[in-house]
């Protein structure tokens, strides 16, 4: 009947005696680089071989050498220290906020404006980091901070979610840009009335839709009716695609318009000029009061806030 494996316990500095002697072939020295002396060393050593039950090193005229057994032992003894040392280094890393996971979502302003700047930042310096971020309309960021799948959102409070759940950090307003084609039969006028644009084809996101609610409600100030040529969609990658290939026109915030006619993605399209200035509510930063955050994702709230504090395009910087 064969015999059950032992159970060997040996402790770090244990492990680190076995790695020193080999090193250094002298259980002097070995003992000073770990900060033992002598005496204790030996007796450390004594005390593995007697728990494995076999000598590990031959003293030798050159100094010490391992064993079979006690070359075996350094193998697995290496592997466990480097295990240890790097366990270490990754704790500190998440102590530090350099390491670790993170979720976050925003609608579509602030992820282009903001947080692609604060996010290049953060991995710069913690190339690890996993970091995943989803651009949806404000009530699915808010679901998903509500049910702890997020950490935190840049989105608006709307009235079916109890504000008292959340640390609430005030950022910007958006601007709504038209967006057309640049070679829009509209693009070279140096100012474009509503008139004008209401018998315009146009691309929205659904009703609803903060971005699209300013732009009708700015219709509706001057005293005209919504357009009735829209085609619907919460796509941005659509929207895009199907301005390029018409004369249709596109509400979106002025973050989104910028990234897409100034270097280096200047993809062929204009920001037509209005009269007034047409603005949506403003979004807040949040995240959940029951929840706190990791160290990683505070940096990356740090960068936030600071990248908010600063004109919009440097944020493009």
């Known amino acids: 009947?064969?015999?059950?494996?032992?159970?060997?316990?040996?402790?770090?500095?244990?492990?680190?005696?076995?790695?020193?002697?080999?090193?250094?072939?002298?259980?002097?020295?070995?003992?000073?680089?770990?900060?033992?002396?002598?005496?204790?060393?030996?007796?450390?050593?004594?005390?593995?071989?007697?728990?494995?039950?076999?000598?590990?090193?031959?003293?030798?005229?050159?100094?010490?050498?391992?064993?079979?057994?006690?070359?075996?032992?350094?193998?697995?003894?290496?592997?466990?220290?480097?295990?240890?040392?790097?366990?270490?280094?990754?704790?500190?890393?998440?102590?530090?906020?350099?390491?670790?996971?993170?979720?976050?979502?925003?609608?579509?302003?602030p992820a282009v404006s903001y947080l692609v700047s604060a996010i290049r930042e953060i991995k710069q310096g913690a190339p690890e980091a996993d970091i995943t971020v989803d651009v949806m309309p404000s009530r699915e960021l808010l679901l998903h901070l509500a049910a702890e799948e997020m950490d935190f959102v840049l989105a608006r409070i709307l009235p079916e979610f109890d504000s008292r759940d959340f640390n609430i950090l005030p950022m910007r307003d958006e601007k709504v840009a038209f967006l057309v084609r640049a070679s829009h039969p509209l693009s070279r006028s140096p100012s474009v009335t509503l008139t004008e644009l209401a018998g315009q084809e146009w691309i929205m996101q659904q009703r609803g839709a903060p971005i699209r609610e300013a732009a009708l409600a700015a219709f509706a100030d001057v005293g005209l009716s919504e357009p009735r040529n829209i085609v619907n969609s919460p796509s941005l990658l659509l929207t895009i695609a199907y301005l390029a290939q018409g004369d249709a026109v596109a509400?979106?915030?002025?973050?989104?318009?910028?990234?897409?006619?100034?270097?280096?993605?200047?993809?062929?399209?204009?920001?037509?000029?209005?009269?007034?200035?047409?603005?949506?509510?403003?979004?807040?930063?949040?995240?959940?009061?029951?929840?706190?955050?990791?160290?990683?994702?505070?940096?990356?709230?740090?960068?936030?806030?600071?990248?908010?504090?600063?004109?919009?395009?440097?944020?493009?910087?």
């Open 1 to 109: 009947m064969p015999f059950p494996p032992a159970r060997l316990m040996l402790k770090p500095a244990q492990l680190r005696l076995i790695q020193q002697i080999a090193e250094t072939g002298q259980l002097q020295l070995a003992a000073e680089r770990i900060g033992m002396t002598q005496p204790a060393a030996s007796r450390m050593l004594a005390e593995i071989e007697n728990q494995i039950g076999a000598q590990l090193f031959l003293r030798q005229p050159k100094g010490m050498e391992p064993t079979e057994i006690g070359r075996t032992v350094l193998r697995r003894a290496r592997v466990i220290l480097r295990e240890m040392s790097s366990m270490a280094s990754d704790v500190q890393a998440l102590r530090e906020g350099f390491g670790g996971a993170l979720r976050v979502g925003a609608v579509t302003g």
């Open 251 to 317: 509400p979106m915030s002025e973050e989104v318009a910028e990234l897409l006619i100034r270097p280096p993605v200047g993809a062929g399209f204009a920001v037509l000029q209005v009269p007034h200035e047409i603005r949506v509510s403003p979004y807040y930063l949040l995240d959940l009061k029951r929840r706190p955050l990791s160290p990683l994702a505070m940096r990356l709230r740090e960068k936030l806030v600071a990248l908010s504090q600063s004109p919009v395009r440097d944020a493009f910087g």
